[in-house]
């Protein structure tokens, strides 16, 4: 919305939100999150044509247009739980919008939905709303990455808005195209009908997560062989019909996004009668069941039982921890292990879904005392983080459960150097820049020996750490010998 702002200087835009915290940071200095760049924009247009309120009725019922970006989680209880997407936010949304608006309001879908969302929305707007009053849903799903949102939003590859195939529907497909035209090549503004847009956002995620999910399992076997991942990747990615980007092997994938929106597809292809459709995408996320004619292979590396069920993102978090615990001689009980980056990805403060979350737990499981350092993640958000249920973070802040207990093993250093002090190993698992140029020299001096670097980023260079004395794990790399004895059993 304050891209939007920027660029359609005649146009006022008023961000509401049901959170009056979130609308007081938005109006303050400290915006409520991390992106680079956001600070700027919002610097130029706030009080412009870019206003924030909690005043949702008001302002929605003076809106031609209405852009609705409620969270949509997956839901925890009832049918379809751990797999549906939860529609009470916008089925409350549009319940609202129906009763305060007294002109034609076009609707847009830019939460992510699942397909036929609008069909359901229409109902509810049409049902609901005043007499002569018409409305006009559009699908328009936002593709920006966290970490890159407005580099992403100025340059998009693709805007999509998908609307009904009557003159109404047009007309609204085309005002909408005409806001975004301002700054987006025409040719990169795709229009289609609403099903195909609904569908092509959940289909988008579940590719790219695939390709995550791909390149990950890869490197567990790299690491059995003596492949590197990253050669692996760079001559795959060479190859034009599969391009060289997301193809980076990491401790897994997270953020608030692939594995709600994946789950999503899954139930989806499960209610439309496709079973095997939702299999199909279930691997990437949930299970994955070794073809028969690779079992004997992996039973070997990894003591796998025959099909053995196995979720490949939870299982490169999982192979991850089990690295650490049997490196040290298979136990890390009251050893110190530092945690370099919390957020699920850089340039970014947002922790929903970070594979930090499962590997701390991990540590702790087996006793470890954790000391995180994030550049941009509070203490306060890491003991929610690991305190919180499955599901709950995708909730509005104040409907989530009040603060917990605090984990004792778990403490939040205030640079990397200090979370390192006196630890056995440290963990890398965000791919903060900074931490490429540390002074590993002055890590391992004050560190307990033998020291160990997990790189779960593959963002260290491992020979000069092991010239420094370091033992270091770089997923799906060759491994140091004394790694290759110890393998890591899921
Ligand atoms: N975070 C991202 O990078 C992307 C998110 N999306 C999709 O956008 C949607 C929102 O995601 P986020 O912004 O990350 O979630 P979020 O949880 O940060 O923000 C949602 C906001 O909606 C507010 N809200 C809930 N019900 C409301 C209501 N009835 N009226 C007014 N405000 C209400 C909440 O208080 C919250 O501040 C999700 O469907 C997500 O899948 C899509 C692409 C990128
Ligand atoms: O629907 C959404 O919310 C968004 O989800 C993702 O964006 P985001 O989750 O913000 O960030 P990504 O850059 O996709 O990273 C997701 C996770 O995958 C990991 N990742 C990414 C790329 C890669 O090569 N390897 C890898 O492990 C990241 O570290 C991170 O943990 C998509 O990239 C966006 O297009 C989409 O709009």
Known sequence: MAVIALKCPDVEVVVVDISAARIDAWNSDALPIYEPGLDDVVRRCRGRNLFFSSDVERHVGEADIVFVSVNTPTKARGLGAGKAADLTYWESAARMIAAVATSDKVVVEKSTVPVKTAEAIEKILDHNGRDGVGFQILSNPEFLAEGTAIRDLLAPDRVLIGGRETAAGRAAVQALKDVYARWVPEERILTTNLWSAELSKLAANAFLAQRISSVNAMSALCEATGADVAEVAYAVGKDSRIGAKFLNASVGFGGSCFQKDILNLVYICECNGLPEVANYWKQVIKGFKFPAIATTMCKDIYSLTPFQVIKINDYQKSRFVNRVVSSMFNTVAGKKIAVLGFAFKKDTGD??????????????????????????????????????????????????????????????????????????????LTEWDEFRSLDYARIYGGMQKPAFVFDGRNVVDAEKLREIGFIVYSIGKPLDAWLKDMPAVA
């Open 351 to 428: 922790t929903r879904e970070t594979p930090a979350i499962d590997v701390c737990k991990g540590l702790i499981g087996d006793k470890a005392k954790v000391s995180i350092y994030d550049p941009q993640v509070t203490e306060d958000q890491v003991q929610r983080d690991l305190a919180m249920s499955k599901f709950d973070w995708d909730h509005p802040v104040h409907l989530q459960p009040m603060s917990p207990t605090a984990i004792k093993q778990v403490s939040v250093a205030w640079d990397a150097y200090e979370a390192a002090r006196d630890a056995h190993g440290v963990c890398i």
